[in-house]
């Protein structure tokens, strides 16, 4: 099998797996969030874990209750070293953590192998942490699954709703959108930025702008998705750096989103 190892553990979140399953176990523990329907899609960030790790625990706090029913996780995230086009999958059969093993999902890779949007680059996955920084947290918030992870480069909202069309499933499978929001605003700006931001993801706008939202193009893609399939987020946190871990001068905004079926679709 072939596997790609950790490529931020030791940096993002705990090297050691013990300290890592506390971390994440304790922030999950201490997540409030409303009772909500089954989430089909999260919209959780990806920075550091004393950054941005109680914002992301927040969405997959929700997930408890179906923790045993989801079986599979779409993950998408944008690329920070390797520019791509499109969509790409890894070249690999698994993905590592401190934790363990997360198979990739093969039936649902066939699913989309050939659309003209998706292409393989190990190249853009082997140190890109926007996906790595979740499994932790997926590994922890759910009994069993397999993962189909994309990185996410230039692409158009309708690139990326293909083939969350192809993927979508039932109950059994979780969309999981990798994004943080503004980058190294102040912290008054940033919190106007993000507050704009967060209010077109509410109304599911699809012109979302990279300097808005790092992960815009999935994000985007997403929200074509709900729109068609008739799904409502609920924003469930917002904050940046500057009201976790980091000083106040440069920031970076979090928000985390939970999608789930409108009462009357």
């Known amino acids: 099998m072939t596997i790609r190892p950790p490529a931020v553990a030791g940096m993002f979140y705990p090297a ?7 971390t994440v176990d304790q922030l999950l523990a201490v997540a409030q969030t409303p009772p909500l329907q089954q989430p089909k899609a999260l919209i959780v960030p990806h920075a550091g874990y004393v950054y941005s790790g109680p914002t992301a625990a927040l969405a997959y706090a929700t997930l408890a209750p179906w923790r045993a029913k989801i ?10 070293r390797v520019a791509i086009r ?3 999958l890894p070249d690999c059969e698994a993905f590592a ?3 363990g093993k997360v198979r990739l ?20 996955h082997a140190q890109e942490h926007s996906l790595e920084v979740h499994l932790p947290f997926l590994q922890r918030a759910l009994v069993d699954f397999t993962l189909l992870p994309l990185a996410v480069g230039d ?13 979508w499933g039932g109950p059994e499978t979780l969309i999981v959108i990798s994004s943080d929001l503004s980058h190294f605003l102040t912290y008054a700006a940033a919190q106007q930025v993000d507050r704009a931001t967060c209010s077109h993801i509410l109304d599911l706008c699809t012109d979302i702008r990279p300097e808005q939202a790092c992960g815009a193009f999935p994000v985007n893609g997403l929200l ?4 068609r399939h008739g799904l409502r987020p609920t924003l469930l946190d917002q904050c940046n750096s500057g009201d976790t871990a980091g000083d106040r001068q440069r920031v970076v905004g979090y928000a985390a989103f939970a999608f789930h079926a409108s009462d009357h679709g």
């Not at 050691?16 to 506390?22: I, R």
């Open 155 to 167: 692409t158009t909202p309708e690139a990326v709703a293909e083939v969350l069309e192809r993927l």
């Open 105 to 124: 999902d093969a039936v649902a890779r066939a699913l989309i192998a050939q659309l003209p949007q998706v292409g393989v680059s190990a190249a853009a």
């Open 71 to 80: 079986q599979r996780v779409i993950l998408l995230g944008p690329t920070h």
């Open 97 to 99: 953590t401190p934790l």
């Open 224 to 227: 074509l998705a709900a729109q």
């Open 16 to 22: 050691d797996p013990a300290q890592l399953q506390a």
């Open 86 to 88: 499109g969509l790409a």
